[in-house]
């Protein structure tokens, strides 16, 4: 008997076949221009990702990591150092970022039921040094921004998962000041490597962001004038990486509503059942399921059960940053964000990728009920 072939939580061989021919004939242009650090495709790729989502400016990067500390250098250059509240439940180049760029990392818990940032922690947690917030829009459920603006700070939206999600109308990228993207190969844009981008409505701040990727050269409209007037960085998004996200921003729309499907798929199948709590679908936005994240009793029994199953499922993330070695000199503890820590002992990610097949979403939802009415 063949072994059941394994419900992977990403499965990027799928998704690269059903697009390869145009791949292929993306990269086969770059190689053939021999411009392979920005140039046109990037410029292309800016343009078609900003036009996709109503944003004004998009400036490519090298990563989402990247595009998270020029926003926040930005910021720095124009209000000086001080402190950044963020969230601890998130990824870690959140807070890495924000010590990168010279800043002074503070956290705020979370909100329960969307795992983002909470406006009422963020608003306690400010004070006369605060330059900035950054909220995370996880998951792909956009943060409440409206609820952040009366801090009168600069918003920077770390969207690195949430590319295409909407707020009251409203696009991720469009929502803050300054905003990061990340199209990790994961993402539900993901490039052939690391990539990401930086948009903004501002004109003034898209043109720092440019330099600041470059080495902080200022350019001509002839190209490189060797002209620095300020100290940046090697942060460029290479041609290859912005073509080949050219042709998967066109399959996005596609490969979104399909990710919407299975979400819905899994809210009927485990209405009801006692031991998981459903993610939230927003009363005022889209939700882009870059993770169908659950709340699970017994989480980590349940992931060993669906291992057994062949389905593959992760953690994002089970040690909040706060708690994490690497930031145990700024003196932060266990119980100082409850609702956080809470948070990375219950979640799961469930597989909701766009190329997953209605039969494996179906052995998915058999084998959660199967756990906790068995």
């Not at 595009?67 to 998130?90: C, D, K, M, S």
């Not at 406006?119 to 792909?140: D, F, I, N, Q």
């Not at 990610?349 to 009415?373: D, I, K, N, T």
């Amino acid at each position: 008997m063949l072994p059941v072939e394994p419900v992977r939580l990403v499965d990027l061989k799928a998704q690269h076949g059903e697009i390869r021919g145009e791949i292929d004939s993306a990269i086969r242009e770059v190689l053939d221009t021999g411009a392979f650090v920005l140039g046109p495709h990037v410029e292309r790729f800016e343009k078609e990702f900003a036009a996709a989502f109503g944003i004004k400016q998009a400036v490519g990067m090298n990563s989402g990591t990247d595009a998270l500390l020029i926003a926040l250098e930005i910021v720095r250059h124009r209000a000086g150092p001080g402190e950044v509240i963020t969230t601890p439940f998130t990824f870690f180049a959140t807070a890495e970022a924000i010590l990168l760029a010279g800043m002074k990392l503070r956290f705020a818990d979370i909100d329960a039921s969307s795992f983002n940032l909470s406006p009422e922690a963020a608003r306690a947690a400010a004070g006369p040094r605060t330059v900035a917030v950054m909220p995370v829009h996880l998951y792909g459920r956009c943060a409440d921004m409206d609820a952040l603006k009366p801090l009168g700070v600069p918003l920077v939206e770390d969207a690195a998962q949430a590319v295409g999600a909407t707020y009251k109308g409203r696009t991720a990228g469009t929502l803050g000041d300054l905003a990061a993207f990340s199209f990790y190969v994961t993402k539900n844009l993901g490039a052939a490597g690391d990539a990401g981008a930086l948009t903004t409505e501002d004109d003034a701040a898209a043109a720092l962001a440019r330099s600041l990727r470059a080495h902080g050269e200022v350019r001509g409209e002839g190209g490189r004038t060797y002209h620095y007037e300020r100290v940046g960085r090697n942060s460029r998004l290479d041609a290859l990486q912005a073509a080949i996200l050219r042709v998967k921003l066109r399959h996005l729309g596609a490969w979104q509503a399909r990710r919407e499907a299975h979400a819905m798929f899994y809210d009927g199948a485990w209405k009801g059942v006692d031991g998981i709590v459903l993610p939230q679908r927003p009363p005022d936005g889209r939700h882009v399921y870059h993770q169908y994240v659950v709340r699970a009793a017994k989480r980590d029994d349940l992931r060993a059960h669906l291992a057994r199953e062949g389905i593959e499922t992760n953690v994002f993330y089970p040690q909040p940053l706060h708690l994490q070695p690497a930031l145990k000199d700024l003196g932060f503890r266990a119980g100082q964000f409850p609702v956080a820590e809470e948070a990375a002992r219950e979640v799961l990610a469930l597989p909701v990728h766009a190329h997953l097949s209605e039969a494996a979403r179906e052995r998915v939802a058999a084998a959660v009920r199967s756990f906790y009415r068995g």
